[in-house]
């Protein structure tokens, strides 16, 4: 039962990721990049950065963040859905 499952689900991933990239996966590469990088670049400057951090400067670091995270889910979108989706889902 769950061998058929996974076999299923494997083979729906395999079709998606070599299907040629449509809007929809465009769309939805922003949307999780847009969001990814905001939560990586504000916890990653909060984290790595000299303290204390203001809000303000976390708020930049994630909206700028964000602002390339938009560029490359856009450019890249099934890489960004692949690596920031378990983040955002799991983590996030």
Not at 14 to 39: N, Q
Not at 55 to 69: E, I, K, Q, R
């Amino acid at each position: 039962m769950v061998g058929g499952f996974m076999s299923h689900l494997c083979d729906r991933v395999r079709r998606w990721w070599r299907a040629p990239i449509t809007a929809a996966d465009r769309i939805g590469g922003a949307v999780f990049g847009l969001f990814g990088f905001f939560f990586v670049g504000a916890i990653g400057r909060a984290l790595l950065g000299a303290r204390p951090v203001g809000f303000d400067t976390l708020a930049m670091w994630g909206v700028w963040s964000s602002g390339a995270g938009l560029l490359i889910g856009v450019r890249f979108p099934k890489v960004t859905t692949c690596l920031l989706a378990p983040l955002l889902l799991i983590g996030g």
